[in-house]
Nanobody
Framework: QVQIVESGGGVVQPGGSLRLSCAAS????????IGWYRQVPGTEREGISC????????YYADSVKGRSTISRDKAKNTVDLQMNSLKPVETAVYYC????????????????RGPGTPGTVSS
């Protein structure tokens, strides 16, 4: 059974940082991608970043490139997303998602998603 649990959301001031963690297990893929999406209610979801399990290659959306880092924490067995210099427009629900390995298209599609964790950027 697929289990995906996100943590680390919260409230930060503009220019602040969030570190999101994802613990995922039970998915039926030998090779997969795991990453992060965000969505504001009533708008389309946006793929932020993802990572391939086979080689650790990472992908980032242009909107977060240069100020976000996705990484695997082997000690905690999580995939984390560090986001810096956050803006109020980035207030959203952040979801961890897992999918079969689609390479760079992991920003566009996934197969399983967690319940999400809210991130609010506000002064």
């Amino acid at each position: 059974q697929v289990q995906i649990v996100e943590s680390g959301g919260g409230v930060v001031q503009p220019g602040g940082s969030l570190r999101l963690s994802c613990a995922a297990s039970g998915f039926p893929f030998e090779d997969y991608t795991i990453g992060w999406y965000r969505q504001v209610p009533g708008t389309e979801r946006e793929g932020i970043s993802c990572m391939r399990s086979a080689d650790g290659r990472t992908y980032y959306a242009d909107s977060v490139k240069g100020r976000s880092t996705i990484s695997r924490d082997k000690a905690k067995n999580t995939v984390d997303l560090q986001m810096n210099s956050l803006k109020p427009v980035e207030t959203a629900v952040y979801y961890c998602a897992v999918g079969t390995d689609r390479g760079r298209f992991c920003l566009d599609r996934y197969d399983y998603r967690g319940p999400g964790t809210p991130g609010t950027v506000s002064s």
